[in-house]
């Protein structure tokens, strides 16, 4: 839901009334979610707010994956209270399609759960059965092993007898959907469960250099109309070949680049703040004193870092 719908009461300006902590605190997490299925329904009805009733599946995609990216950058703040409130926010959206899928006849949101608490039953051997393992590793390949049961046996109840069906795939599951760089990451990690990998991340690291030193031979051939396709498979390679030597530095990559990210944003603001106290627009500065402005904003952040030279080695 928009930000400027929480808390309030549909179809009004008016806060919704908290009630006494201690009346709050009495109820157990399952009355608690009991009462936000039903205030979702509640909102969803005829009678509900405008525009909850006027979602769909389609509609609430944006709000799914913006509410997952609000709890990583929670979870990074270090503040409790907003990190359980962006959980929360997510565990509203699960809440939403669920009712929605409802009201279709499709399932609930009984459904859901149940789903999910027999599968981590199942997935948990060790756990819940008489299996043992050693170690961490043993739990994931024990993990994969289930799945690519599962996954074979609900290929068997769908096929029709005599159609071609294709081998099941390790890589069965992992979502296309997924941001490029998060699905590079899961195919890497999940190959390298079975020992598909490299032996250090020396050599994951020089791989980046060869992917490195391909695209910069193609870069240098673009004056002489260089092909794009190929272009855009060796900028692929390298990233790849980048998502990888995360993954062996058991560095998720989607959040390195995020922080990455919110880190050029920062300096980058902070060049424009520098330029309007000199009475200019950054975009009125000469080059030069924009890369004067970028080492100052990174030295104002770490000022025992040392100027760099070059436009290359400044970001």
Known sequence: ???????????????????????????????WFEKLVAVQARLRARNG????????????????????????????????????????????????????????????????????????????????????????????????????????????????????????????????????????FQLTRRAARIGFDWNSALEVAEKVREELDELTAVAAAKANSADRDLAEEEVGDLLFAAVNLARFLDIDPEIALKKANQKFSRRFRDMERRASNSGRALAGVPRAEMEAFWDAAKKSEHPSVESTAGAGSKR
């Open 1 to 31: 839901m928009p930000r400027r719908l929480k808390n309030y009461a549909p179809g009004s300006k008016r806060r919704i009334a908290r009630q006494p902590r201690q009346s709050r605190k009495k109820l157990t997490p399952g009355q």
């Open 49 to 184: 707010c405008p525009w909850d009733r006027d979602q769909t599946h389609q509609t609430l995609r944006t709000y799914l994956i913006e509410e997952a990216y609000e709890v990583l950058e929670a979870l990074e703040g270090g503040d409790d209270a907003k990190f359980a409130e962006e959980l929360g926010d997510l565990l509203l959206q699960i809440v939403f399609h669920a009712q929605i899928a409802r009201e279709e006849r499709r399932f609930t949101i009984s459904d859901v759960i149940r789903e999910i608490h027999d599968k981590m039953v199942r997935r948990h051997p060790h756990v819940f059965g008489g299996a043992r393992v050693k170690n961490s590793a043993e739990v994931l390949k024990n993990w994969e092993g289930i799945k690519a049961e599962e996954r074979r046996r609900k290929t068997g109840a769908f096929s029709s007898p005599g159609a071609e069906t294709s081998p099941p795939s390790l890589l069965d599951g992992i979502s296309r959907g997924l941001p490029a760089v998060l699905e590079g």
